[in-house]
């Protein structure tokens, strides 16, 4: 089955300063990508993702660019400010409606004042 | 996407028991159903798929007579965590794949058994 790695595990950047998540994938014919933001005791929420035929995709301060033949794909996110202090989590799926999604280990950000 | 509901959000139980968790699709109807389970500081890990109107799908490892899935219509699926023991004390969370290609998850469920 599908194994995601995701790194760092935690990470701390000053406010203004840009964070980025690495994560890498071992199946080939995963093609959708997520990335998840999770407060504690919380539901994951969605922030942004990319499919297996985009190489990159940017939401304001959010960007994630995907490798397909290194199979890894990563988070950028430019300007944090102390509300990003949160879990994230990427993810990969093949097949996305009956497959479910495999989840990297999380990244612990904190971003501080 | 879709609106998901997942019941209880929180609950508290005694060893040896038994307890329902219900995740419900609002909006759309589903015929696959994801059930995740994450322990503090840990990622989400897949349980089981659960699918309408036939048996569910487990991961390795996870006791399928333990947890029992059931999945009766398109808008329902049931966890029961049966025979509750404090290593069961988790964060339940159930996931639809929505009509646009993701996925939309329930609130979750913070089961505390003691």
């Known amino acids: 089955g599908e194994n995601v790695e995701q790194h760092p595990s935690t990470l701390s950047v000053q406010e203004g300063d840009s964070a980025v998540i690495k994560c890498t994938y071992s199946?080939?014919?995963?093609?959708?990508f997520p990335w998840y933001k999770q407060e504690l005791g919380k539901r994951p929420q969605l922030i942004i993702d990319?499919?297996?035929?985009?190489g990159e995709k940017k939401d304001q301060r959010i960007a994630v660019t995907l490798n397909k033949t290194a199979k890894h794909f990563s988070l950028h996110i430019t300007e944090t400010q102390p509300e990003d202090s949160a879990v994230y989590f990427c993810?990969?799926?093949?097949?996305?409606?009956?497959?479910?999604?495999?989840f990297g280990s999380g990244t612990r950000l904190q971003v501080q004042p | 996407g879709a609106v998901v509901s997942q019941h209880p959000s929180r609950v508290i139980c005694k060893s040896g028991t038994s307890v329902k968790i219900e995740c419900r699709s609002l909006?759309?109807?589903?015929?696959?159903m994801f059930w995740y389970r994450q322990f503090p500081k840990q990622s989400l890990m897949l349980m089981a798929t659960?699918?309408?109107?036939?048996?569910?799908?487990?991961e390795q490892g996870v006791e399928k007579d333990k947890f029992l899935i059931n999945h009766a219509s398109l808008t329902l699926s049931t966890l029961t965590v049966t025979s509750a023991h404090p290593e069961d004390s988790s964060f339940y969370i159930c996931?639809?794949?929505?009509?646009?290609?993701?996925?939309?998850f329930g609130s979750g469920t913070r089961l505390t058994v003691v």
């Open positions: 996931s639809v794949a929505d009509r646009v290609g993701g996925y939309t």
């Open positions: 199946d080939s014919a995963s093609n959708y």
């Open positions: 990319i499919r297996s035929n985009v």
């Open positions: 993810a990969a799926s093949k097949d996305t409606g009956r497959r479910a999604l495999t």
């Open positions: 909006d759309f109807q589903a015929t696959t």
């Open positions: 659960s699918n309408e109107g036939s048996k569910a799908t487990y």
